[in-house]
């Protein structure tokens, strides 16, 4: 009867370590998921300080790293699917300008003389973004082409 108490006993363990591990674990993936996100607002917000100091003339000219944050072509479509994707729902619309604030205030900026039209004629030319109704402005990621 002794071993079969000790079994007993060493089974319940285990199952209780089984279940602290999962909390655990899901514990850990919450946590990363805050450090992310308060890296990406750093990233962000450092950004925004430097392209300031840059316009008010207390940073001589912007970094190279800075440089590559002004968006065009593939990579300005690219950077504004994810963060429609981050931001949104699957199916979720959106309008073009509100859109377009959400790419800046994570700290991008779009190249060309009008950056709004500039975005909107890069992102009019994704595939992967379906256009709601005519002249509504309003799209959404169009899952069929991802």
């Known amino acids: ?3 079969n108490d000790a079994i007993d006993a060493l089974l319940a363990e285990r199952q ?5 591990i999962e909390q655990e674990r899901e514990q850990l993936e919450k946590l990363q998921q805050i450090v992310a996100n308060l890296s990406d607002g750093l990233a962000a917000d450092e950004r925004s300080l430097r392209e300031i100091d840059s ?3 207390r940073e ?5 790293e800075d440089a590559t944050v002004r968006l065009r072509g593939r990579h300005l479509e690219e950077i504004a699917l994810a963060v429609l994707a981050e931001e949104r729902a ?3 619309e959106v309008h073009y300008r509100e859109w377009f604030e ?3 205030s994570r700290g991008y900026l779009v190249a060309g003389k009008e950056p709004l039209n500039t975005f909107l004629a890069q992102i009019g030319r994704s595939a992967a973004v379906e256009r709601i109704g005519n002249r509504t402005g309003r799209y959404r990621l169009n899952h069929a082409a991802a």
């Not at 209780?16 to 602290?20: A, I």
């Open 16 to 20: 209780g370590l089984l279940g602290r």
């Open 102 to 104: 959400l790419l800046r």
């Open 55 to 57: 316009v008010l003339g």
């Open 60 to 64: 001589p000219q912007l970094s190279l």
């Open 90 to 92: 699957a199916g979720e």
């Open 1 to 3: 009867m002794a071993k």
